[in-house]
């Protein structure tokens, strides 16, 4: 019988210097991100910078389809909730644009200005401002940090005002950390500040999911061993409180490459999200 336990904590969670050139991001995000901005922008299909909130970085950019929206798709960014904003990110639109979605991209406060449950009602707040500028059902997603706040959004005790709530068909989780606990090992805890009590209140895998809640929790293949747990850790507990769940793990992807999809229309993970 062989025993698995975690001797590193901090190598567990450390996602760049245990993927072979891993240093080349967020840097290689930069460029596709500003040109589809720009692109969009010059088209009249891109509203960048609407605030939603009073604080520095309660704003979102919202990108539209050459048609009237069939709905909105709104992606969460990650970085440990401690780093990064909405602009890296712009070119994960594509796909889903390209399909007739508009797609919000909310920046939100920073740990440790703010505690995890700060940003969870903040980006309860950008959705649903985004909401109130489109119409049609609402799909959720995020990339790390960022699936924890959209699964986040569909716990029974969600941000979000019942009307959004109703109009949520799907969500995917891409690479997310539901389960906070561990956080509380790390060194990285010095700026998340996560107590027991907090991990408790903000951890999807320790809440019930809204009735009917439609998820797909969505991994790299190649990422570290405790994001491919932590995302089988969701689908596996909310399977046994009724939502109906799914679990991906995509051959040949990384931590920061699994995103890579939604830029196109035709790849299964904009298709999974799209699907409801």
Not at 41 to 50: D, E, H, K, S, T
Not at 82 to 110: I, K, N, T
Not at 261 to 272: C, E, F, I, Q, V
Request: charged share 20%; aromatic share 8%; proline share 6%.
């Amino acid at each position: 019988m062989i025993h698995r336990q975690i001797a590193d904590w901090d190598d567990a969670y450390a996602n760049g210097p245990n993927i072979p050139g891993g240093d080349r991001w967020p840097a290689a995000w930069v460029e596709p991100a500003r040109a589809y901005r720009e692109e969009m922008a010059a088209a009249g299909r891109a509203r960048l910078g609407v605030a939603y909130g009073s604080g520095e970085r309660n704003a979102y950019d919202l990108f539209l389809p050459a048609i009237e929206p069939a709905g909105l798709v709104v992606f969460v960014h990650g970085g440990y909730w401690m780093r990064f904003d909405r602009s890296l990110w712009s070119h994960l639109a594509r796909g889903c644009v390209e399909s007739g979605f508009a797609v919000a991209m909310p920046s939100y406060s920073l740990c440790p200005s703010v505690r995890i449950a700060d940003i969870t009602a903040e980006v309860g707040q950008a959705i649903a401002h985004a909401a109130g500028e489109v119409a049609g059902p609402v799909f959720l997603t995020g990339h790390s940090a960022g699936g924890h706040l959209a699964t986040r959004m569909v716990c029974a005790n969600t941000p979000l005002p019942d009307a959004v709530r109703r109009r949520i068909r799907n969500v995917v989780s891409i690479s997310g950390v539901h389960d906070l606990r561990p956080l509380m090992r790390l060194a990285m805890n010095e700026t998340l500040r996560v107590d027991a009590a907090e991990a408790r209140a903000e951890s999807p895998a320790l809440l019930e999911p809204l009735p009917g809640t439609r998820l797909c929790c969505w991994v790299g293949a190649g990422e570290r061993a405790e994001f491919i747990r932590q995302n089988a850790l969701l689908a596996n507990v909310w399977t046994g409180l009724g939502a109906a769940t799914a679990c991906v793990e995509e051959p040949d992807r990384h931590h920061f490459n699994v995103v890579d999809g939604l830029a196109d229309p035709s790849h299964a993970l904009t298709r999974t999200l799209l699907t409801g």
